[in-house]
């Protein structure tokens, strides 16, 4: 086990080497454990195409479901860095497909969230607003808000995260929820409706009353709508991480 700067270190794992933060407390919210293998015993055949294992054709476990397949079921190595693998890893047919298509989120999504958008920002009932910009902090963790002021909001607080489009207010009565939003390309860019704020409701640290925020494109509308598209492709991935 070495040591590393920025809190990480390195681990080895049966499914390869991962690199974590040192602290499991500062995971990234994104991250995903570990699954535990499907046992030898419990196996005797592929889990996909029921050949049956032997001298010659082998097992391997999908390093992101755990099962168990055969070397043609299970040859593709793909990147997973939910689970902090250094390398590309061994991952069954089904597996390898959401792993891809989560790539787009670290290569794309991940890095307009961190790079931030100007909003105006409404704490609570308040009836003044401020204009701020909003990042995504690089340990994954906050979004950070500066203006005149300055305050964070951690994504495990949120309860809540609505996205509003332009045709839409949270005052109407077809409000555009975060489960609404689940795999439509409503709010994606170039689509038809531009996102252009976003309703959160979260509990603020050492708090227990929840509290709402409400944001708003400022001026650089462009910026700001990929902004809110990138954080509803991040709440499918928080949600989904949460309720495992
Ligand atoms: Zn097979
Ligand atoms: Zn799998």
Redesign the pocket.
Known sequence: MSTVPDGKKLVRSPSGLRMVPENGAFNSPFSLDEPQWVPDKECP???????KYDFL?RKHHCRRCGRC??????SKKVALPRMCFVDPVRQCGECSLVSQKEMEFYDKQLKVLMGGGSFIVTLGTSKTSETMMCRLSNNHRYLFFDGESHFEVELSRISSMQVLTEESTPEENDIHTYTSLLDSQYISEGGNSRASGMLLHYKPTGSQDPQQLRMEAADDKKTASSWLAAMHKAAKLLYEARDR
């Not at 055949?45 to 050949?51: G, H, T």
């Open positions: 055949s592929c889990m996909q195409c029921d050949k054709t397949f055969c070397d043609k079921c299970c």
